[in-house]
T-cell receptor, first 117, second 116 residues
Framework: AQTVTQSQPEMSVQEAETVTLSCTYD???????LFWYKQPPSRQMILVIRQEAYKQQNATENRFSVNFQKAAKSFSLKISDSQLGDAAMYFC??????????????FGKGTKLTVNP | GAVVSQHPSRVICKSGTSVKIECRSL??????MFWYRQFPKKSLMLMATSNEGSKATYEQGVEKDKFLINHASLTLSTLTVTSAHPEDSSFYICSARDHQPPQKLFFGSGTQLSVL
């Protein structure tokens, strides 16, 4: 079974600075998807970024980018120019590639990010 | 963008009663929906995968007679917590997968269940 590990329960960053959240995973599959989700105090799950394992290029969404190291099974999230609104729980997630659509997300335990003004 | 509506957002009930939570995809069809449970400051734990027109697939350790899931249409799945007890108090989140490629996944806003 796949597992996702987030080794940083909490992180903090100064506003406008850069922070990197770590995520490692374990799988025997060669093709899969990786995600970072944000859960603010409202508890609504928000997709931050998605990476297909077959793509070597790291995904980027505005101030959010990932460092995907497939051989090392590492998938870190970098947040540049941190804003107060970035404060939230961040979850790393893994999903197998399948055709049926019933493939589930496996979540890490999360990292609580605090942004200091 | 696509929206998943989850109701109610908050429910308080007496021990022994049953509570139904609805998860509805508003502008897409979802052949697959997922139900998660989240304890305070913890991660999301998958409870079951709900497929339209068939029985739900429950994760190990989840009582299917306790947590009844119905996915009778392509836009609606329901989770019923039967004979609720205080230990069932939790935050429940649904997600729905658009059946059209690229089969994006969308989350509901969650339901906070408190059993007295």
């Amino acid at each position: 079974a796949q597992t996702v590990t987030q080794s940083q329960p909490e992180m903090s960053v100064q506003e406008a600075e850069t922070v990197t959240l770590s995520c490692t995973y374990d799988t025997s599959e060669s093709d899969y998807y990786l995600f970072w989700y944000k859960q603010p105090p409202s508890r609504q799950m928000i997709l931050v970024i998605r990476q297909e394992a077959y793509k070597q290029q790291n995904a980027t969404e505005n101030r959010f980018s990932v460092n995907f190291q497939k051989a090392a099974k590492s998938f870190s999230l970098k947040i540049s120019d941190s804003q107060l609104g970035d404060a939230a729980m961040y979850f790393c997630a893994y999903r197998s590639v399948g055709r049926g659509g019933s493939e589930k997300l496996v979540f890490g335990k999360g990292t609580k990010l605090t942004v200091n003004p | 963008g696509a929206v998943v509506s989850q109701h109610p957002s908050r429910v308080i009930c007496k021990s022994g009663t049953s509570v139904k939570i609805e998860c509805r995809s508003l502008d897409f069809q979802a052949t697959t929906m997922f139900w998660y449970r989240q304890f305070p400051k913890k991660s999301l734990m998958l409870m079951a995968t709900s497929n339209e027109g068939s029985k739900a697939t429950y994760e190990q350790g989840v009582e299917k007679d306790k947590f009844l899931i119905n996915h009778a249409s392509l836009t609606l799945s329901t989770l019923t917590v039967t004979s609720a007890h205080p230990e069932d108090s939790s935050f429940y989140i649904c997600s729905a997968r658009d059946h059209q490629p690229p089969q994006k996944l969308f989350f509901g806003s969650g339901t906070q269940l408190s059993v007295l």
